[in-house]
T-cell receptor
Framework: EAQVTQNPRYLITVTGKKLTVTCSQNMNHEYMSWYRQDPGLGLRQIYYSMNVEVTDKGDVPEGYKVSRKEKRNFPLILESPSPNQTSLYFCASSPRDSLTEAFFGQGTRLTVV | KQEVTQIPAALSVPEGENLVLNCSFTDSAIYNLQWFRQDPGKGLTSLLLIQSSQREQTSGRLNASLDKSSGRSTLYIAASQPGDSATYLC????????????FGTGTKLQVIP
């Protein structure tokens, strides 16, 4: 089954404790992206990757890092999480451009206390 | 910077009614536009994708139109059903296809039986 898998689905952590949210797709898609969703602000793009070793900033990259060492994986790293990073995070992948045939993961709800 | 607006933020209609959801964007230089559906606690599901050269796309009871010059797209839902209740999001993709993606804040639709 074609899918984008995020882990964990739920995470509560403390300020400053480094964490990684994993994202994996099984469709050999070139394009992958991370978004955060906040009430009243909608989905905002954090980082995106057009292929292995090619990443670029979205609209809200501050406080986040990403890497794309393999085509299928695109982890999101929070080196020093802060409460303002409490949000619902989505990973997405697509075969060509950033929207065509896009698949989204189920989301990761992160709470930073 | 691209800005995407969806009006209304919420809509409640009786079952069977035809309805229109609106999406407007400030920069007409787009590659394509996608309408998504989001159910509570779940990820996004792609509905209709319109390339910048197209005027409309149809799938079943859904019809999406695009007027790039005026920066507008509409999603028409015919004969609404309670199962259509969800939040509907539109997203635009910048020129080139691999640019930043900008989402609207969504319209929450409730179809009353």
């Amino acid at each position: 089954e074609a899918q984008v898998t995020q882990n964990p689905r739920y995470l509560i952590t403390v300020t400053g404790k480094k964490l990684t949210v994993t994202c994996s797709q099984n469709m050999n898609h070139e394009y992958m992206s991370w978004y955060r969703q906040d009430p009243g602000l909608g989905l905002r793009q954090i980082y995106y990757s057009m292929n292995v070793e090619v990443t670029d900033k979205g609209d809200v990259p501050e406080g986040y890092k990403v890497s794309r060492k393999e085509k299928r994986n695109f982890p999101l790293i929070l080196e020093s999480p802060s409460p303002n990073q409490t949000s619902l995070y989505f990973c997405a992948s697509s075969p060509r451009d950033s929207l065509t045939e896009a698949f989204f993961g189920q989301g990761t709800r992160l709470t930073v206390v | 910077k691209q800005e995407v607006t969806q009006i209304p933020a919420a809509l409640s209609v009786p079952e069977g009614e035809n309805l229109v959801l609106n999406c407007s964007f400030t920069d007409s230089a787009i590659y394509n536009l996608q309408w998504f559906r989001q159910d509570p606690g779940k990820g996004l599901t792609s509905l209709l994708l319109i390339q910048s050269s197209q005027r409309e796309q149809t799938s079943g009871r859904l019809n999406a139109s695009l007027d790039k010059s005026s920066g507008r797209s509409t999603l028409y839902i015919a004969a609404s059903q309670p199962g259509d209740s969800a939040t509907y999001l539109c997203a635009v993709n910048g020129v080139g296809g691999y640019q930043k993606v900008t989402f609207g804040t969504g319209t929450k639709l409730q179809v009353i039986p």
